[in-house]
């Protein structure tokens, strides 16, 4: 061999051409034109592939490795867009979740997920070669990278936190099981509510307190839902409603054939049968018979089944209005609470919002006021919660509503039906309601007429199936409780006056009617 020129020769004058630079192997390291990783960049990659995985592979030269965790996620984001487009109703599709088993898996899923994404962070990081850095960058780096992992676990950590709590109240709430007191469970799972099309839920605000002993039904409400529309007629029973009859098979039946203590011309009241009942175990054939003592006097009362109850302490109730950040409401008048003269506190008339606590004395307060005003307005505070207890302000404040929740409620609604109770739940906020108290000039309490409250009870509910009618008036919402195909809002829409005594007229009334809501 020969140079000839500075070129290598062989024999006969052949050039001999130097030796090729060889190519990158498949699934090399670098990629081939790459500029070199700086710090910046690192921490770059390592961001993106929080929200791209497989992005810090492809800088790196992993192109089969970062295009099949591209792939992966892209499959998965696509399946849930799917998911979510092609619901009628996304909201009652996700209902789902309320069943104690899907959230055991969601909260396994959350938890797998948090650490497959935590070892997402540090593969994409160690794929790019930190250690070529200097060593002011690899200590830089690595502080970063930790903390955008620990970033990256929180809202699968926020996820499964929040659905163990959700399952921890509804497990302190419900029991696992029907009870006597209750309607059976039916066995099919696409019709839970075993082929009704209403069933019926008394409400009962309890006033026990540390300086009362037994509990005494101070708010006793009936919710009537249609379980396909969600419509609803809420009934109000007065407190001192005397004298009330029982159904034949009830055994206060047979101990009071004339009347709850009709021998008593100034008692008997409604708000004591629960008390009663618990007080003579003798005669109710067993303990904590006053739930059942009250749906058999109520349903009897208004000629229906009452298929559930609900107590809810009133204090309690302060703590989830506080829970949810307050209540918004229309103060017609001035309302004083606490003592016989009010002395604790005033409510001032206007747009308010009330606290927990002033929210609880506002429909509780008997100062300047009568039993009837205060249903009006207790009946208010209930639409008010319902309207404003969003899915937005319940999942902000998830953990102090389910905190607030187990101090405050007993009820005999199994846990296999907290899911489609909640289904029910979702339509109502969407749905008409209606309500309907029994108080003078059209009712009266001391005398009442039997027949007239149940046909009273009877045409409301009848109503309440037609369809809505159009709003008339221009500038009127149709929110929840009122006309109107899509429920929408406007700025004109503000509340109107609390209903008083004085202003209760016959028939069933929207909500939005009474309370201005």
């Known amino acids: 061999m020969r140079k000839r020129d500075g070129v290598d020769t062989v024999p006969g004058g052949r050039k001999q051409r130097p030796p090729r630079r060889p190519r990158p192997a498949p699934g090399s390291r670098a990629p081939r034109f790459a500029k070199p990783l700086t710090t910046a960049s690192v921490l770059g990659w390592t961001a993106l592939s929080a929200l791209v995985p497989g992005a810090a592979h492809l800088r790196a030269g992993h192109r089969r490795t970062g295009m099949i965790l591209v792939s992966v996620y892209a499959v998965i984001v696509l399946g849930v867009l799917a998911y979510a487009l092609t619901r009628e109703n996304l909201l009652e599709s996700l ?26 962070m540090i593969v994409s990081y160690v794929v790019l070669g930190p250690n070529r850095l200097n060593q002011q960058g690899q200590v830089v780096t690595g502080i970063v990278v930790g903390l955008l992992c620990v970033t990256v676990m929180s809202p699968f950590a926020l996820v499964a936190q929040t659905v163990g709590t959700a399952r921890g109240a509804i497990k302190a709430v419900f ?61 109000s029973l007065p407190r001192n409603l005397q004298h009330v009859r029982f159904p034949s098979t009830s055994p206060l039946a047979r101990q009071f054939p004339n009347g709850f203590m009709a021998e008593l ?92 606590e002033q929210a609880l004395w506002y429909g509780r ?43 405050m409620a007993q ?3 199994p846990e296999p039906l907290v899911q489609p109770l909640v289904q029910v739940a979702v339509k109502v906020k969407d749905a008409k309601i209606t309500s309907l108290q029994f108080v003078p000039p059209e009712f009266w309490p001391g005398s009442a007429d039997w027949a007239k409250i149940r046909l009273a009870a009877k045409k409301a509910i009848n109503d309440s199936m037609r369809p809505r009618k159009q709003a008339q008036t221009a500038g009127v919402s149709a929110s929840p409780s009122v006309t109107g195909a899509s ?31």
């Open 175 to 235: 029991p696992s099981g029907p009870d006597s007191d209750g309607s059976p469970i039916a066995q099919n799972p696409e019709d839970p509510w075993g082929g009704r099309t209403r069933v019926n839920f008394l409400l009962v605000g309890g006033d026990a307190a540390g300086n009362r002993t037994g509990v005494r039904t101070d708010s006793m409400t009936v919710a009537s839902v249609d379980v396909k529309t969600g419509n609803t007629v809420l009934f």
């Open 95 to 120: 209902t789902t979740f309320a069943d104690s088993g899907t959230m055991v898996t969601v909260i396994v899923v959350a938890s797998a997920l948090g650490l497959a994404w935590f070892a997402l």
């Open 487 to 517: 429920p929408t809002r406007t700025s004109a829409a503000s509340p109107t006056q609390t209903p008083t005594r004085n202003s209760q007229k016959a028939g069933a009334k929207s909500l939005d009617e009474l309370c201005g809501l």
């Open 411 to 413: 009820t005999n609604i």
């Open 265 to 356: 011309p100034n008692g008997g009241l409604l708000n004591e049968v629960w008390q009663y009942a618990n007080d003579h175990p003798d005669i109710m054939g067993g303990k904590n018979k006053g739930p059942r003592a009250l749906m058999d006097a109520v349903g009897h009362t208004l000629g229906l089944k009452i298929d559930y109850y609900a107590l809810i302490n009133m204090y309690g109730f302060a703590a989830l209005v506080d829970a949810i950040g307050g209540l918004k409401i229309r103060v017609e008048q001035d309302v004083k609470w606490g003592g016989l003269y009010g002395t604790a506190g005033t409510i001032k008339a206007g747009y308010r919002k009330l606290t927990g």
């Open 365 to 407: 307060s008997r100062v300047n006021s009568d039993d009837f005003s205060r249903m009006g307005r207790q009946r208010c505070v209930i639409g008010a919660f319902a309207q404003q207890a969003t899915p937005t302000v319940i999942l902000t404040n998830f953990g102090k509503i389910a905190g607030a929740a187990k101090r």
